[in-house]
């Protein structure tokens, strides 16, 4: 996980796009997906953030979120698929329980939505630096910048949450503590894996906090931004992209 | 100048006094090395001298601290940090951005420094510290040490009248401890920065400082030109700081009436000593 969520440097349009338009290309791609009824389109969709982030150099990410959103997808699909009853029943199961290819259509087309709106999002942050998202949102939108900055800060704590958990499963475990074992014992764990990873993400919160405040973050304005983000021909390119995404989901 | 007159503060919640009584005055352009064994102060007194006591780790503070005109008390850390730069020892939890440039670009940005200025000042902290090619890296990519000068380069980056560090270079390798150190030496020679290092590498402080304070159970128990504090190792000892070793070897030799001269505080001088002894 520590990676995915991480801005990865290259020369593609998508890096040179302004940020905003990335953020929408993502949020087009998810609700183009959740707004159409084409299991088609939901599948062309996928296949399109598929290629898209191979295409942008980032391969490793995709192939780690389609392994962690997969098996969500997957638990998902063998939950849903025996209860829903409308359809052409295909495999009876026990205690009135079947498989029916309406069934089939809904789960696969949930697993394709789920899937669909995790992959864009992770490929708009692999291209898109945090703070330009940050400046962006404050310069365009007129976010407060404290507010943006929280939003970009909850995504960037996400990685580093995953770092503490990997930390704190190694000490506890060289101080003894058996991570394999039964249920039961399983939840007996939360408590000595759960308190220390709390107690270091609150202090490293609260020094982090620190650490901007000490930086000037309270003397930030709306134009205090290096960088500047204006439209170019990309941009244009990509918000027709946006436009025809959600126009064909609309349509199908 | 930095002014300090009876300052006193406990944390909250606690009896003890993290500082008791300090008095300190500090003049713009000096290299003070603050030293002392864990617990001593010495990241209460940098707190201090930033503001974040009283303000931000809250508790009971007596006295008056005044850093380049402003008192403590009544500025806010806001205020404060546009005079004075920190670098504290944890650099990871410091760190609120995911890359080099736009870390040292985020206090630029906040304290509005002309558009024109900032990449020059960007360029010069990154070519200072040796991280030019680190600029476009991820904060996570790097090791303990390159993190270390990242901060340090945010850090340089405002060009503060007062720099504090707080142990900063605690995962530097000698060789960069010491260009970071030459680096805060020339700044200071340069711009009159006053600089203030809390440190436990002893030979480096002898070495760049001009005063070494060392501190213990909350106060000043030794405060002086460094090499009038290295010339007593016995007291140094007793604090829980280790003299640099040419220094202890020094004193012995001169326990031994083998040696009269001034104590070296350095291997230059300690060779110089032992020319001495075996002519």
Same mark, same amino acid.
């Given at each position: 996980?520590?990676?995915?969520?991480?801005?990865?440097?290259?020369?593609?349009?998508?890096?040179?796009?302004?940020?905003?338009?990335?953020?929408?290309?993502?949020?087009?791609?998810?609700? *183009?997906?959740?707004?159409?009824?084409?299991?088609?389109?939901?599948?062309?969709?996928?296949?399109?953030?598929?290629?898209?982030?191979?295409?942008?150099?980032?391969?490793?990410?995709?192939?780690?979120?389609?392994?962690?959103? *997969?098996?969500?997808?997957?638990?998902?699909?063998?939950?849903?698929?025996?209860?829903?009853?409308?359809?052409?029943?295909?495999?009876?199961?026990?205690?009135?329980?079947?498989?029916?290819?309406?069934?089939?259509?809904?789960?696969?087309?949930?697993?394709?939505?789920?899937? *669909?709106?995790?992959?864009?999002?992770?490929?708009?942050?692999?291209?898109?630096?945090?703070?330009?998202?940050?400046?962006?949102?404050?310069?365009?939108?007129?976010?407060?910048?404290?507010?943006?900055?929280?939003?970009?800060?909850?995504?960037?704590?996400?990685?580093?949450?995953?770092?503490?958990?990997?930390?704190?499963?190694?000490?506890?475990?060289?101080? *003894?503590?058996?991570?394999?074992?039964?249920?039961?014992?399983?939840?007996?764990?939360?408590?000595?894996?759960?308190?220390?990873?709390?107690?270091?993400?609150?202090?490293?919160?609260?020094?982090?906090?620190?650490?901007?405040?000490?930086?000037?973050?309270?003397?930030?304005?709306?134009?205090?931004?290096?960088?500047?983000?204006?439209?170019?021909?990309?941009?244009?390119?990509?918000?027709?992209?946006?436009?025809?995404?959600?126009?064909?989901?609309?349509?199908? | 100048?930095?002014?300090?007159?009876?300052?006193?503060?406990?944390?909250?919640?606690?009896?003890?006094?993290?500082?008791?009584?300090?008095?300190?005055?500090?003049?713009?352009?000096?290299?003070?090395?603050?030293?002392?064994?864990?617990?001593?102060?010495?990241?209460?007194?940098?707190?201090?001298?930033?503001?974040?006591?009283?303000?931000?780790?809250?508790?009971?503070?007596?006295?008056?601290?005044?850093?380049?005109?402003?008192?403590?008390?009544?500025?806010?850390?806001?205020?404060?940090?546009?005079?004075?730069?920190?670098?504290?020892?944890?650099?990871?939890?410091?760190?609120?951005?995911?890359?080099?440039?736009?870390?040292?670009?985020?206090?630029?940005?906040?304290?509005?420094?002309?558009?024109?200025?900032?990449?020059?000042?960007?360029?010069?902290?990154?070519?200072?510290?040796?991280?030019?090619?680190?600029?476009?890296?991820?904060?996570?990519?790097?090791?303990?040490?390159?993190?270390?000068?990242?901060?340090?380069?945010?850090?340089?980056?405002?060009?503060?009248?007062?720099?504090?560090?707080?142990?900063?270079?605690?995962?530097?390798?000698?060789?960069?401890?010491?260009?970071?150190?030459?680096?805060?030496?020339?700044?200071?020679?340069?711009?009159?920065?006053?600089?203030?290092?809390?440190?436990?590498?002893?030979?480096?402080?002898?070495?760049?400082?001009?005063?070494?304070?060392?501190?213990?159970?909350?106060?000043?128990?030794?405060?002086?030109?460094?090499?009038?504090?290295?010339?007593?190792?016995?007291?140094?000892?007793?604090?829980?700081?280790?003299?640099?070793?040419?220094?202890?070897?020094?004193?012995?030799?001169?326990?031994?009436?083998?040696?009269?001269?001034?104590?070296?505080?350095?291997?230059?001088?300690?060779?110089?000593?032992?020319?001495?002894?075996?002519?």
């Amino acid at each position: 996980m520590p990676g995915i969520l991480e801005y990865q440097s290259g020369d593609t349009i998508l890096h040179h796009t302004h940020p905003l338009v990335k953020l929408l290309l993502a949020v087009s791609v998810c609700v *183009g997906g959740f707004i159409t009824k084409s299991l088609m389109f939901n599948l062309a969709l996928l296949l399109l953030s598929i290629s898209g982030g191979f295409a942008l150099g980032m391969g490793r990410k995709v192939k780690a979120t389609l392994k962690g959103a *997969g098996s969500l997808c997957l638990f998902l699909f063998t939950l849903q698929l025996p209860f829903v009853r409308s359809g052409r029943t295909l495999i009876p199961l026990p205690f009135g329980l079947k498989v029916t290819d309406m069934g089939l259509r809904f789960c696969a087309q949930l697993s394709m939505r789920l899937l *669909g709106a995790t992959l864009p999002l992770v490929l708009m942050l692999g291209v898109t630096r945090l703070s330009d998202l940050t400046n962006a949102l404050v310069a365009q939108l007129g976010i407060p910048y404290r507010y943006a900055f929280v939003v970009t800060t909850a995504i960037r704590f996400i990685p580093i949450l995953f770092v503490e958990m990997h930390d704190v499963i190694e000490a506890q475990t060289a101080r *003894g503590v058996e991570l394999d074992g039964s249920f039961t014992q399983k939840i007996r764990l939360i408590p000595p894996l759960c308190v220390p990873l709390l107690v270091s993400c609150v202090q490293r919160m609260e020094n982090n906090a620190l650490a901007a405040e000490l930086r000037g973050f309270y003397l930030r304005k709306r134009g205090s931004g290096y960088r500047r983000y204006p439209l170019n021909g990309a941009d244009a390119l990509v918000l027709t992209v946006c436009a025809a995404i959600l126009a064909i989901a609309i349509i199908t | 100048m930095i002014e300090l007159r009876n300052v006193s503060f406990s944390y909250e919640g606690s009896a003890d006094r993290a500082l008791d009584d300090v008095c300190l005055s500090i003049a713009p352009g000096e290299f003070v090395g603050v030293i002392g064994p864990a617990g001593a102060g010495k990241t209460t007194l940098m707190h201090t001298l930033s503001g974040i006591v009283p303000h931000v780790r809250r508790g009971e503070f007596f006295g008056a601290a005044n850093v380049a005109g402003l008192d403590t008390i009544t500025s806010t850390v806001a205020e404060m940090s546009k005079t004075v730069g920190c670098v504290f020892q944890d650099v990871e939890s410091q760190f609120v951005t995911t890359m080099v440039e736009d870390e040292i670009l985020f206090a630029l940005e906040n304290f509005s420094i002309p558009r024109d200025e900032i990449p020059k000042r960007v360029d010069r902290a990154l070519s200072d510290l040796d991280i030019a090619d680190l600029r476009s890296r991820s904060l996570s990519s790097l090791s303990g040490g390159q993190k270390q000068k990242v901060a340090l380069a945010a850090a340089l980056a405002l060009s503060p009248s007062v720099l504090a560090f707080d142990e900063a270079t605690g995962e530097l390798d000698p060789a960069s401890s010491v260009q970071v150190f030459a680096l805060l030496s020339q700044l200071r020679r340069e711009r009159n920065t006053t600089i203030i290092v809390v440190e436990q590498k002893i030979m480096l402080l002898s070495a760049f400082a001009d005063r070494l304070i060392v501190m213990d159970q909350g106060r000043v128990a030794i405060d002086g030109p460094v090499r009038q504090t290295l010339e007593r190792p016995g007291r140094l000892l007793e604090l829980g700081v280790n003299c640099p070793r040419v220094t202890t070897l020094a004193a012995r030799l001169r326990d031994k009436g083998l040696y009269q001269g001034a104590p070296p505080i350095n291997l230059d001088e300690a060779e110089v000593m032992a020319r001495g002894i075996l002519r």
